[in-house]
């Protein structure tokens, strides 16, 4: 069995009298890509912000390589990235210098060509020395994610990585991610609305609702468990219960 990478216990986010995240608990073995699922403002991004140490949590621990985030910040993030709709990049930057800048934040060693390679793998070449804030949102999701990589991470957080793109080339960026989590041994944790790429992608998934874990399992089993067709079945009953 894979070791437990990352750690997440009793971990509870409050903004004011609004309890965001409720006391859940979950472990996530290295090199595998786990789901979060859930309806929007059940949680989802508020988890990642804690996860990735961006928000402090009202109480709960998170660690990862047997660290506590929020005291080892620096040193974690080295090898850590994310992606979140929430978050968008310095928008009067173009594809490049964007890259360039957080290239350089990390310390990527051969910058240069770590850029060409991920323009060229994510199709960016076309429009490299455009604004990103000119950029559609497809567009803006693919240099997101040649950011989320800029550092070669063994651990990815992907707040909806899709969102956006047609069909053809969210497939291929589907593949992207399993490519990279394979010849990486990467861990993911992967929030998503998809479900079709959540079974194709996940080796287990975490259904969240008001803040809450209350399923979790691979997806064969969530289906067969509440006796459904499919995992977006699934979805739809946990939220309309």
Known sequence: MNEELIIVNSLTKKFNNITAVKNISFKIKKGTIIGLLGPNGCGKSTTIGMMLGLIKPSSGTVIINNQNIENNRTNLLEKMNFISPYVELPKKLTVEENLKVYGRLYGVKNLKDK?????????????????????????????????????????????????????????????????????????????????????????????????????????????????????????LKIVRE
């Open 115 to 235: 850029i060409d390679d991920l323009m060229e793998k994510l199709n960016l070449v076309d429009f490299k020395s455009r604004k990103t804030g000119e950029l559609s949102s497809g567009q803006k999701n693919r240099v997101s994610l040649a950011k989320a990589l800029i550092n070669d991470p063994e651990i990815l957080f992907l707040d909806e990585p899709t969102a956006s793109l047609d069909p053809d080339v969210g497939d291929y960026i589907r593949g992207f991610i399993e490519d990279y989590a394979s010849n990486n041994d990467a861990t993911i944790l992967l929030a998503s609305h998809n479900m079709n790429e959540v079974e194709r992608l996940c080796y287990e998934v975490l259904m969240m609702k008001n803040g809450e874990i209350i399923d979790k399992g691979k997806c064969g089993d969530l289906v067969n468990k509440h006796g459904r067709k499919n995992l977006e079945e699934v979805f």
